[in-house]
């Protein structure tokens, strides 16, 4: 294997225009935003709205982990209680039939060390989705795709379902011929497959301490191996994603590894262009902490209130050492507190970074 990447700043080239950029994201959010403020009366995200779990368990940082990964909050074996949010990447809240590609959240408590700027607390957070790579390579090419979602979050789910089961069609022909469309998945074209199966991703590079890295969270318990690909048949199940959740957490644990990815050639694995997956036979990644997630209601009205509606979610909650890194961790620096205040506005509910899973009262 090759020498692993050292992080410097240099790694990162900001464009001139981002600040317009920026702007124009956080204007697109608002719409998003707004227009679901009015339809459901209670504000939600701006991007993975619909929550189909909320879930509660503990992450152990593994012993006698190498140098390269035993880096920010990972340098330290212990033990820590995670939050982790399971959901789906649209605006607004669909019925499960519009298959979009699927979000993991996962807040590390009790985390210390050197802070980000402005990141209040003691956590880490990760945010993750079920692809290795992002759909839109910087922050220019993610808000055409932004002003595309906001000119559609009226449009009724009718419409919504037609495509997304015409999507699906596309979508299988393509993955029939060995290939698959990053595009037709992202707009509705994802497979009909159990959520607890998924792979997810950071997608986008961040700070490793010294290095630099992406990251993941992978299902290794048998149980939940299984569902792997398992197919799910939601039709006429407007939520049968969270069903299948709460009906999986009502009889099982679940185990995951946390895994990172370190950067070994900047050609290859790029900072700034978000759409290239680092090439594993380069760089596989490697496991440094093990989240195990026990028995439990995997959704409940205290759960919403207190995890969904009153907490957020992003990668620059955490640690200087895992500092986010590229132009679509910049965007999200610059929308995500925008995003969360406007929940946090309109619902009367104060964010806050809990210090232990006992202080959720859930």
């Not at 950067?263 to 790029?270: G, H, I, K, L, Q």
């Not at 995003?339 to 809990?354: D, I, K, M, Q, T």
Request: hydrophobic share 40%.
């Amino acid at each position: 294997m090759a020498p692993f990447t050292r992080y410097t700043p240099d790694l990162e080239t900001p464009q001139p225009d981002e600040d317009a950029i920026h702007a124009g994201m956080i204007a697109q959010f608002a719409k998003i935003q707004t227009t679901t403020l009015k339809d459901y009366g209670h504000a939600v995200r701006g991007v993975h709205a619909k929550a189909h779990g909320l879930l509660l368990g503990r992450l152990e940082v593994l012993p006698d982990l190498p140098p390269e990964l035993a880096q920010g909050a990972f340098a330290t074996p212990g033990t820590h209680d995670v939050v982790l949010r399971l959901s789906t990447n649209p605006g607004d809240i669909l019925d499960d039939s519009v298959s979009t590609p699927r979000g993991l959240a996962l807040k590390i408590l009790g985390v210390a060390g050197e802070r980000l700027p402005g990141s209040e607390g003691a956590t880490q957070d990760f945010v993750m989705a079920n692809a290795p790579a992002f759909t839109a390579k910087d922050g220019a090419a993610f808000l055409k795709t932004l002003k595309l979602l906001a000119a559609t979050t009226d449009t009724p789910q009718v419409f919504k379902k037609g495509l997304s089961a015409l999507l699906r069609g596309v979508e299988t022909v393509l993955e029939g011929l060995g290939t698959q469309s990053p595009a037709v998945i992202a707009l509705g074209g994802h497979p009909e497959t159990h959520i607890l199966g998924e792979t997810f991703y950071s997608q986008v590079p961040l700070r490793w301490g010294d290095y630099v890295a992406k990251v993941s969270v992978a299902p290794v318990s048998p149980e939940l191996t299984a569902l792997t690909h398992a197919p799910l048949n939601v039709n006429g199940k407007p939520n049968g994603l969270r069903d299948a959740v709460a009906a999986y957490f009502a009889a099982h644990d679940g185990v995951w590894e946390l895994r990172a990815q370190l950067m070994t050639d900047p050609a290859t694995m790029p900072v700034e262009d978000a759409s290239v997956p680092w090439p594993e036979t380069e760089s596989p990644y490697r496991v440094v902490a093990r989240i195990t997630v026990p028995r439990q209601a995997a959704w409940s009205e205290a759960k919403a209130a207190a995890l969904d509606d009153g907490l957020a979610f992003s990668p620059w909650h955490g640690l200087a050492a895992h500092r986010p890194l590229g132009s679509i961790m910049r965007a999200r620096r610059a929308v995500y507190p925008r995003s969360a205040g406007f929940r946090s506005e309109h619902n009367g509910c104060p964010l806050h970074e809990p210090a232990s899973a006992a202080a959720l009262s859930v």
